[in-house]
């Protein structure tokens, strides 16, 4: 079933929790809602769900306005971060409890409804523990009986909120990809909240960025991580230097030091984006960023130094696989000159941090193909 939504405004007194949200998920997509604390993830599950009424705008289910439809002829599925299963209760019957409450013709058979919680329990891994009780189970396995109960009554939409939020880091990771095989199989339109940004980008086909009650950005993973559309997408995925230059022609200036060469014939102040993963030692004839290293840290895989650039003395952040050629420059001490293999320029020198700041304006953005 696709989702519409058309101009969701909502507000909580004088507080504008959600302003002018338009969006549109496919039938069978996976979506991430992603912001910040407070952005509006919840409020727009909430209204979508139909617990939470809009101040103005239309929610559509397959084309058709849903605004009279109770929540109970939705057909939605729901986890949430603590959504208590009910403790005095079976897995199985946790599991069987939407078709069990239904009425008359409507609820299946008694053998029909174990065999349903049955299939579900073995479809979220969880076979042969119909029998226990909530508090036998880990926190992940519990979580996966609430996602076995929301499908339960063949949800056309299935809505998480932060469902792996209270759980450790490894548990996590592991539910994640569980969820994505999961949502290949049953191919239920899903909707998630999430404030961690690489769940989001793990998990999802499309993601959708929120940011003070707004969609600041809906794309692809590739298309928000290679191309933010402003500096707040920019910075809430992943760490990002932010390194004030001056603007020549088609030159990027620190000082009197070219640091690189862009499309563009602009003059004035600027900052550069560029990500801690995108910067690489470059060759002695190369435009680059002179600094000198500070320290330098192995975390398994990566290896992360920080470096101070000459002219200004401002720290910037590198990143580079442990087996990368230019990780024997990574010396503390040494000096180097680093390439910008990929950035974005914006045209303010500093990033205004108040709401009602204006965006500054994207002036160029440059990606150079690894030689
Ligand atoms: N019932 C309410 N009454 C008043 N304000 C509310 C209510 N519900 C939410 N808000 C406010 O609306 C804004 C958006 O809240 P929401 O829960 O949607 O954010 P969120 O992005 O899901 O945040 P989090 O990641 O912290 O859960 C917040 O500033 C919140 O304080």
Do not use: C
Not at 280 to 306: F, H, K, M
Request: proline share 5%; charged share 25%.
């Amino acid at each position: 079933m696709n989702i519409t939504l058309k101009n969701i405004n909502k507000q909580f007194g004088q507080f504008h929790a959600l302003s002018s949200i338009d969006l549109h998920v496919e039938s069978g997509e996976l979506i991430a809602l992603l912001g910040p604390s407070g952005s509006g993830k919840t409020t727009l599950l909430r209204i979508i769900a139909g617990l939470e009424f809009a101040n103005g705008g239309a929610v559509y289910f397959g084309g058709e306005d849903v605004a009279a439809t109770p929540l109970r002829k939705r057909q939605i599925g729901f986890v949430f971060q603590h959504y208590a299963l009910f403790k005095h209760m079976t897995v199985r019957d946790n599991v069987s409890f939407g078709l069990r409450i239904r009425k008359g013709d409507a609820r299946p058979s008694k053998s029909d409804i174990r065999q349903r919680a049955d299939e579900l329990l073995e479809l979220v891994q969880l076979s042969g523990l119909g029998d226990r009780y909530p508090h036998q189970l880990s926190g992940g396995q519990r979580q996966r009986v609430a996602l076995a109960r929301a499908l339960a009554i063949e949800p056309k939409v299935l809505l998480l909120d932060e469902p792996f939020g209270a759980l450790d880091a490894k548990v996590r990771k592991e539910l994640r990809h569980w969820l994505r095989e999961l949502h290949q199989k049953t191919g239920v339109t899903t909707l998630f909240v999430t404030h961690d940004q690489e769940e989001a980008l793990e998990l999802a086909d499309r993601v959708v960025i929120m940011s003070g009650g707004k969609i600041a950005q809906i794309g692809s993973v590739d298309e928000v991580y290679e191309q933010p559309a402003s500096p707040m997408v920019f910075d809430f995925l992943g760490s990002t230097n932010r390194i004030p230059v001056e603007r020549h022609g088609n030159h990027l200036v620190i000082g009197t030091d070219k640091i690189a060469i862009y499309e563009g014939d602009h003059t004035g102040h600027g900052t550069v984006y560029v990500r801690p993963g995108d910067l690489r030692v470059a060759s002695p004839d190369d435009v680059g960023l002179d600094a000198i290293v500070r320290n330098v840290q192995r975390t398994g895989p990566i290896v992360r130094a920080t470096v101070a650039i000459n002219s200004t003395g401002q720290l910037v952040y590198v990143e580079m696989p442990h087996l990368h050629h230019d990780v024997q420059h990574l010396l503390p001490q040494q000096s180097l000159r680093l390439r910008l293999m990929q950035y974005s320029v914006y045209d303010a020198e500093n990033t205004p941090d108040g709401e009602d700041a204006p965006e500054p304006v994207l002036i160029g953005r440059e990606r150079l193909r690894l030689a």
